[in-house]
T-cell receptor, first 115, second 112 residues
């Protein structure tokens, strides 16, 4: 149980392109989803938290117009990196959590490479 | 509080030995803790969790110990196997607050 699917797993695209990443909870209702960014050999850096049907809460320093998050249903959240540039290249990971004090369950991440 | 590691400490153990991975958490109000395992190129995988009303919890080959007095959490892996090689993160959470704080991670290297 508690499977989270994230795709695409890898994206390579040109500078200026917008990229959408999907995160789905397959066997539970995710009232809260989280988006993280991870640099090599570092911990997870929380970018934003989204609750179903509400606007996402962004962490300090994360541009909400750059990283658009939509959490329209209890099983799907999307992260769109708008007008991506090489400095946006990174490993992006989503997680989903059901209601209550429970663990987050993570997707397998998206490796984004902007040329 | 939230931490982002600038380096990754490494623990090297021999296959078959027991491993102990430690984590110091910062918020005395944290009441829920989780250990995750992250293999290269993948997302973190849930291993085991513990609530603050317990000081020990056991799973399959894993034990989590919680010492609230010194704000310390540890993960013990029995009979470590090559498949246990990964980066291990602890995470802390405060009830009714939808945010988890992750430790900087420890890389476990299991030598055959």
């Amino acid at each position: 149980g508690a499977v989270v699917s994230q795709h695409p797993s890898r994206v390579i695209c040109k500078s200026g392109t917008s990229v959408k990443i999907e995160c789905r909870s397959l066997d539970f209702q995710a009232t809260t989803m989280f988006w993280y960014r991870q640099f090599p050999k570092q911990s997870l850096m929380l970018m934003a938290t989204s609750n179903e049907g509400s606007k996402a809460t962004y962490e300090q320093g994360v541009e909400k117009d750059k990283f658009l998050i939509n959490h329209a249903s209890l099983t799907l959240s999307t992260l769109t990196v708008t007008s991506a540039h090489p400095e946006d290249s990174s490993f992006y990971i989503c997680s989903a959590k059901a209601t209550g004090q429970q663990p987050q369950h993570f997707g397998d991440g998206t490796r984004l490479s902007i040329l | 509080g939230e931490s982002v590691g600038l380096h990754l400490p490494t623990l090297s153990v021999q296959e078959g030995d027991n491993s102990i991975i430690n984590c110091a958490y910062s918020n005395s109000a944290s009441d829920y803790f989780i250990w995750y395992k992250q293999e290269s190129g993948k997302g973190p995988q849930f291993i085991i969790d513990i609530r603050s009303n317990m000081d020990k919890r056991q799973g399959q080959r894993v034990t989590v110990l919680l010492n609230k007095t010194v704000k310390h959490l540890s993960l013990q892996i029995a009979a470590t196997q090559p498949g246990d090689s990964a980066v291990y993160f602890c995470a802390e959470n405060i009830d009714n607050f939808n945010k988890f704080y992750f430790g900087s991670g420890t890389k476990l290297n299991v030598k055959p």
